[in-house]
């Protein structure tokens, strides 16, 4: 049934989820955002809230509510997503990226958690949240710096979202079976990204983007080399992509990820080896990555032709131990 929301009541009733109100609602949902209002007796709202994988969705009616993203709040998991807000009723006013915007029933606003944001809804309103894991969107050179701050009409595509979510978030339908959550999962991404590329024309992924991405990947690589743990996957999660779309950046370059870890170790090593000749080559492999002196050996011996010893008692009587280094990495 359709309420008439001009006269405060709520429109697009859903039954499930929670409902808070009063201040004490307020700091309840407090969590990625902090939840004020102007007359904290008077707000309330219902939060219904679901997960496919690293997809999620929410549901929400509200009324007398500010949400305020601030800087000290945009390194939790929520920056890791895409925000997109489907308007099912009522209206909202957001400041982000620079722009003010005020978004209507029907229409769509795109925010990036990653930066500071405030959402006003005075009247009741009602909206779905969509959370696109930003890890998706970089697999698709899409950038949520770049998608964040509109808000408008949406996409022939974003119509067809939007219909989805309200149905799937109605609850009217009963709750997704565990067969079927897989199915509606790739559903979502697929709508999601055809609406995103909608906007954008299209387009593919910058070669700006990529490199970005290529950087980040070498940095860690650079600052966490002497983590025995450190792979191609914890370096993909860590700058938030898939494994095979971190290897596709890295296909035309010199060296692959799980190369560039290992040349990272060998040179350091190479350098310990040589700068302090006293140090055991067990707690040389140690340090630079290795899991001990056998994997160590091994690796140092397919790269250089010398064990590390020999490495060492050949290059003692050489030039300085930089460009020893230098010298035997390019050869």
Same mark, same amino acid.
């Not at 010893?309 to 390019?330: C, T």
């Given at each position: ?191 999601? !990204?055809?609406?995103?590329? #909608?906007?954008?024309?299209? =387009? &593919?992924?910058?070669?700006?983007? +990529?490199? $970005? %991405? ?51 170790? !060998?040179?350091?090593?190479? #350098?310990?080896?040589?700068? =302090? &000749?006293?140090?055991?080559?067990? +707690?040389? $492999? %140690?340090a630079t990555g290795f899991r001990g002196p056998d994997q160590f050996n091994r690796a140092f011996r397919s790269a250089y032709g010398d064990s590390p ?23």
């Open positions: 049934m359709v309420s008439d929301v001009r006269q405060g009541r709520w429109a697009h009733t859903f039954d499930s989820g929670l409902t808070v109100g009063g201040p004490e609602g307020l700091d309840l949902m407090s969590l990625s955002c902090r939840m004020t209002s102007p007359v904290p007796n008077l707000f309330r709202a219902r939060i219904h809230s679901f997960a496919f994988d690293d997809l999620h969705v929410t549901r929400t009616r509200a009324q007398h509510l500010v949400s305020v993203r601030e800087k000290d709040m945009v390194e939790d998991s929520v920056s890791e997503h895409l925000q997109i807000d489907f308007l099912v009723a009522g209206g909202m006013h957001t400041d982000h990226q620079r722009r003010t915007f005020t978004t209507e029933a029907g229409q769509v606003a795109i925010l990036f958690p990653g930066d500071p944001f405030t959402v006003t809804v005075t009247e009741p309103a009602e909206s779905v949240q969509f959370y696109l894991p930003v890890s998706f969107l970089a697999e698709h050179g899409l950038s949520p710096r770049d998608l964040a701050g509109f808000g408008g009409e949406p996409s022939p595509i974003g119509l067809a979202t939007r219909q989805f979510l309200t149905s799937l978030s109605g609850g009217s339908s009963g709750p997704v079976s565990a067969m079927s959550a897989g199915a509606v999962s790739r559903a979502l991404l697929e709508l999601g !990204l055809g609406m995103l590329l #909608e906007m954008q024309g299209g =387009q &593919p992924a910058p070669a700006d983007v +990529r490199e $970005a %991405l290529r950087v980040r990947a070498r940095a860690h690589v650079a600052r966490r080399a002497h983590d025995p743990d450190l792979s191609v996957d914890q370096v993909a999660a860590h700058i938030g992509t898939s494994r095979r779309y971190l290897q596709s950046l890295f296909t035309d370059e010199p060296l692959g990820v799980g190369d560039l870890i290992r040349d990272v170790r !060998l040179q350091r090593a190479a #350098e310990n080896l040589l700068m =302090q &000749p006293s140090l055991p080559i067990g +707690r040389v $492999a %140690l010893s020999e490495f060492r008692r050949r290059n003692q009587r050489l030039g300085p131990p930089d460009e020893q280094v230098g010298a035997v990495a390019e050869a």
